[in-house]
């Protein structure tokens, strides 16, 4: 099973109560696009010693992106503007 990495800047959706999320670089998603469900394709995720299920979620753009949820930011130490690693893979 594959294995995908992804790495960059952790930011969240201007709108009131908007996702914090790590964007997934265009490459992964159109390898990934054909095992899309109404757009989300789901993952187990991984940032340092926390796993948990999730799924890629669709920018409107074209790319996906990971959602990173607060007990997982705070376990990990992982801030707005501050850049994070996500490891994942596919989920059945």
Known sequence: MDIYEVAGEVKIFPQKGGWVYIRVPIEITERLIHMAQRGLIPIRATVGMTSWDTSLLPMGDGTHFIPLNAKVRQKEG????????VSFR???
């Not at 992982?78 to 690693?85: H, P, V």
């Open 78 to 85: 992982i801030e707005t503007g501050g850049n994070a690693t």
């Open 90 to 92: 596919i989920r059945n």
